[in-house]
């Protein structure tokens, strides 16, 4: 199978701290990550796409400058809300693909700022 | 723009088949049908995908319409671990997943 790790699973911070979201394929090489957004009772929002070694394309809307986006290898990205407000509380769902196009899912992490 | 349209909610009966409809009607030629389905507090599980032929895997089936205008999701029997929230996906090659609202499938025991 295809597993996606993503470290922590839950985290909460006090509002104007920064916090960082790891995500890994474990079992495959991934050269595209994705990084969605999804609030309660709504649908995952795409917040940006990651490729290895280059800078992420963010959706309309998304602030890279307070999402961070680090694609450092091919197993691993890194997700960094910086100066964390009240409103950036969600669950972070991250994704890698595959070469061969199938898309993976990780578990998410639920961030409260408080 | 999800480009696919599924009802909001659908209810089962545990041990019963789910039909899950799903409609693209403005699919074209080399766009995927995927589906992945969501638990509560998890990230999406891939259940099956397909381009033009029916699907058949561990999971479930999918029914793509001769038109592929549409596709149905077909679990077999239904249990109470298969409720979930499902979301039918059209994209091409390379093309970011775009999520809908998706269906909600209630099991009833």
């Known amino acids: 199978g295809a597993v996606v790790s993503q470290h922590p699973s839950w985290v909460i911070c006090k509002s104007g701290t920064s916090v960082k979201i790891e995500c890994r394929s474990l079992?495959?090489?991934?050269?595209?990550m994705f990084w969605y957004r999804q609030f309660p009772k709504q649908s995952l929002m795409l917040m940006a796409t990651?490729?290895?070694?280059?800078?992420?394309?963010?959706e309309q809307g998304v602030e890279k400058d307070k999402f961070l986006i680090n694609h450092a290898s091919l197993t691993l990205s890194t997700l960094t809300v910086t100066s964390a407000h009240p409103e950036d509380s969600s669950f972070y769902i991250c994704?890698?693909?595959?070469?061969?196009?199938?898309?993976?899912f990780g578990p998410g992490t639920r961030l409260t700022v408080t | 723009d999800a480009k696919t349209t599924q009802p909001n909610s659908m209810e089962s009966n545990e041990e019963e088949p789910v039909h899950l409809p799903c409609n693209h009607s403005?699919?074209?030629?080399?766009?995927?049908i995927h589906w992945y389905r969501q638990l509560p507090s998890q990230g999406p599980e891939y259940v099956i995908h397909?381009?033009?032929s029916n699907v058949n895997n561990r999971m479930a089936s999918l029914a793509i319409a001769e038109d592929r205008k549409s596709s149905t999701l077909i679990l077999h029997r239904a249990t109470l671990r298969d409720a979930a929230v499902y979301y039918c996906i059209r994209n091409n090659y390379g093309q970011n997943f775009v999520f809908g609202p998706g269906t909600r499938l209630s099991v009833l025991p």
């Open positions: 403005t699919i074209s030629g080399t766009d995927y």
């Open positions: 397909g381009l033009t």
């Open positions: 990651s490729n290895e070694g280059s800078k992420a394309t963010y």
């Open positions: 994704s890698a693909r595959k070469l061969t196009y199938e898309q993976y």
């Open positions: 079992d495959f090489q991934a050269t595209t």
